[in-house]
């Protein structure tokens, strides 16, 4: 297997790997990482890889602050060789204490910063993220508050999820007037499938010189190579939660972009790969894993194809 590729998040000088871990499946019920000795299992594979960017939430697991709680045990130890990424703002009813509603409001992120590094086991977070638009709190506020803990040391950069490119907008021109650190990174769906963030958020994303990731990049799995018209492994995310997504698929599409996989000799998953790791700003595809071989058939399809640019030219057509 080739090494990972490493770099860095938009113009700042926090350097990721190309390949990340997404850790919603970490305490998610059903699969291999739902217990400690799973979540232990893939964290270690990850590491041994050469994966270093581990992206949580407080909101993962079947129980809210589970991904972080099993995380932190697994990570004693091992901090420093890796670069943890966590998410504040969607509803935890009461576990980091009473919101209102109000979740980007510097009372709120107070909670929610002490909550998450007591559930890591960690002293700081190296990129912490806004994970949906509070649209009750000035922006003002909560960069100022971010500004705050970045001073503290609790976090090192800070980043966003689920806005809008004139929200991204907003908070580049807030962060510039009032002299607070701006947001490095956005988090946006973005595959194959679903291209909308390519209207608003990657203009942005790319003006302002921000990290783009990419979540749910293979589509819940679809795009693994795994799944036909007939469906798919029985234990995968999709088939126990999201049927839908494969019943409602355009296979003669998928089918022809197998086909074009074919002609080359390379998986699904190593043409995904690579179009996605070829789009302008994006930064790392944060993947999930429930087994440890997962991560490492992620980081070997990552380093193992090259495609020229006519080949990520034709990639697109397929499915424009």
Not at 69 to 84: H, P, Q, S
Not at 225 to 240: A, L, N, T, V, Y
Not at 270 to 286: C, D, H, K, N, R
Request: proline content about 4%; charged content about 20%.
């Amino acid at each position: 297997m080739a090494e990972i590729d490493y770099r860095t998040l938009g113009d700042s000088g926090l350097v990721v790997s190309t390949i990340g871990l997404g850790c919603n499946n970490f305490g998610r019920v059903g699969t291999a990482s739902e217990s400690q000795a799973g979540t232990d299992a893939v964290i270690d594979a990850a590491i041994d890889a050469g994966v270093t960017f581990f992206d949580t939430a407080d909101i993962y697991g079947a129980e809210r602050g589970l991904s972080e709680t099993l995380m932190g045990k697994a990570l004693e130890g091992k901090r420093d060789r890796i670069v943890l990424a966590s998410k504040f703002g969607m509803d935890m009813a009461g576990v980091n204490g009473p919101d209102w509603g109000v979740r980007g409001s510097r009372r709120y992120i107070r909670l929610a910063v002490e909550s998450s590094l007591r559930r890591l086991r960690t002293d700081w977070i190296d990129l912490y993220q806004l994970h949906q638009p509070d649209p009750a709190t000035p922006i003002e506020e909560t960069l100022a508050t971010l500004d705050d803990l970045i001073t503290e040391g609790k976090i090192r950069y800070i980043g966003h999820s689920n806005l809008a490119g004139w929200q991204i907008a907003e908070a580049e021109f807030t962060a510039e007037l009032h002299g607070h650190p701006k947001f490095i990174s956005s988090q946006n769906e973005y595959s194959l499938l679903v291209r909308d963030a390519e209207k608003e958020v990657l203009p942005a994303v790319n003006a302002y010189g921000m990290g783009f990731l990419p979540y749910f990049p293979l589509y819940n799995g679809l795009f693994t190579g795994k799944f036909s018209r007939e469906g798919g492994p029985s234990d995968s995310r999709i088939m126990m939660i999201r049927k839908h997504l494969v019943d409602n698929a355009p296979w003669d599409v998928i089918e022809e972009y197998q086909a074009f996989c074919d002609e080359r000799g390379v998986t699904m998953l190593e043409a995904t790969f690579a179009w996605l790791l070829a789009q302008p700003g994006l930064t790392s595809v944060i993947a999930g894993a429930t087994k440890p071989e997962q991560i490492v058939q992620n980081a070997e399809a990552a380093t193992s194809w090259r495609a020229t640019p006519e080949e990520i030219a034709a990639i697109t057509a397929i499915f424009s």
